[in-house]
């Protein structure tokens, strides 16, 4: 039903969602979603830390912008968060398990901040030793 609702408001997630083909998008959402249910079940913060890593660099390369990429986390957080509320009701476990897909999406969108903030580093550093090859050896 999550995938449903996804495949449904593709292009309000990421531009570059609605320009994918079903079956590739179906399974881009497929996995992510494995990794999100992993991580309520199991709570294994580096594997699912791992894969976002992955799934920023998979997205970059796919054309998404760097800017749309923790929104579109979160939409897609946000959309498994408005189908368990809507579909389970309001109980002790529906809001717990919705708490703990929130705070998958605090995860991932923590993890994506990380792997741009790697990113800004090695562009600055690239930018440092470009306009002064011998600045890195003076520090």
């Known amino acids: 039903m999550v995938l449903d609702e996804l ?4 292009g309000t997630i990421d531009h570059v969602h609605h320009e994918m083909d079903e079956s590739e998008l ?11 249910q992993a991580f309520v079940a199991d709570r294994e913060s580096q594997v699912f830390r791992a894969y976002i890593r992955r ?5 970059v390369s796919a054309g998404a912008r760097h800017e749309n990429l923790i929104p579109a986390l979160v ?3 946000d959309t498994a ?4 509320r809507s ?8 809001r717990e398990l ?3 897909v929130a705070q998958a999406n605090f995860l991932a969108s923590r993890v994506v901040v990380e792997v741009l903030a790697d990113e800004f580093q090695r562009r600055r550093t690239q930018v440092v ?3 002064d090859p011998e600045a890195l050896t003076r520090t």
């Open 7 to 10: 495949l449904a408001s593709r």
């Open 26 to 36: 179906r399974s881009h959402f497929e996995a992510l979603l494995t990794k999100i």
């Open 55 to 59: 799934w920023v660099t998979m997205r």
């Open 75 to 77: 939409s897609i957080g």
């Open 81 to 84: 968060i408005e189908v368990v």
């Open 87 to 94: 579909g389970e009701g309001d109980t002790d476990d529906t």
């Open 98 to 100: 919705m708490r703990m």
């Open 129 to 131: 030793e470009l306009s």
